[in-house]
């Protein structure tokens, strides 16, 4: 599994010779196992891929995702919080850190490693010495009231994940309303809603990934043509 990497067209994407970090937080239940091995199916024959798990006593969400072989074992890490989830992803990153650098070193041609918090509250943001971005998945059954009472995970995450709408008939949740009030808070920072019941192939989240390492790879490019350039008049000078 993975990539080939004779022809690596996402080795500009790793400027500091290292993956992207992609943290995958949101409350309980809300669907991140299912985004992430949903993503894990879709991008893995085109990218070098990893993944770490975050529970609080158990590696429940690495177990299902072996179980479901969406990586080979080797490319999936439990990390057991033992407290807040958010400590983990926030405040002492060090047995997240350890996980995605043991992965990358079993694997240095990896693109991307995604992370995956433990499910909190509305307020958990990942660590940006941990996550280079993140997504945070909310249920429409948890209420359509969530977006608008905002809370950090809804209004900074680098993409916005609402999920289970197959659900939304069932509970009354206002999806519209979720996306505007969502639209609201988040400054334009994009707005995905999924079912992964319906639409198990998580399309847009994928395509938003692919986006982000096509955007890393051209400001490394331009990065890259400018250092060229000061080389260039240093020498002529
Ligand atoms: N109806 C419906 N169920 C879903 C959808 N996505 C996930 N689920 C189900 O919701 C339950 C929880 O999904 P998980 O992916 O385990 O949620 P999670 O956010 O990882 O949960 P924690 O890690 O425990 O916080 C599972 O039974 C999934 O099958 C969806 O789009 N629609
Ligand atoms: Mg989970």
Request: proline share 4%.
């Amino acid at each position: 599994m993975g990539a080939n990497h004779d022809h690596d067209p996402y080795a500009a994407t790793r400027p500091h010779g290292r993956a992207l970090r992609l943290g995958i937080g949101g409350p309980v239940g809300s669907g991140k196992t299912a985004l992430t091995a949903a993503l894990c199916r879709a991008l893995r024959d085109e990218l070098d891929l990893a993944v770490v798990t975050n529970d609080i006593y158990t590696t429940e969400d690495a177990d299902f995702l072996r179980r479901e072989a969406v990586l080979s074992d080797d490319r999936i890490t439990a990390v057991r919080t033992g407290a807040c989830p958010h400590t983990a992803i926030r405040d002492d990153i060090s047995a997240n850190l350890d996980a995605c650098e043991a992965l990358q070193e079993r694997h240095p041609g990896l693109d991307l490693i995604i992370v995956e918090s433990g499910g909190d509250n509305l307020t958990a943001l990942f660590s940006q010495g941990l996550a280079d971005r993140q997504i945070f998945v909310l249920d429409v059954a948890g209420g359509d009231d969530v977006p608008r009472k905002g809370g950090l995970g809804v209004a900074a995450a680098d993409l916005l994940v609402i999920n289970k709408t197959d659900l939304a008939p069932l509970v009354g949740s206002d999806l519209a309303m979720m996306g505007r009030d969502a639209g609201k808070v988040r400054g334009g920072k994009p707005v995905v809603f999924s079912s992964l019941r319906e639409r198990p192939g998580a399309d847009e989240v994928a395509a938003w990934i692919r986006g982000v390492l096509h955007d890393l790879a051209h400001e490394h490019g331009e990065h890259e043509h400018e250092h060229g350039r000061e080389r260039e008049r240093a020498a002529a000078s």
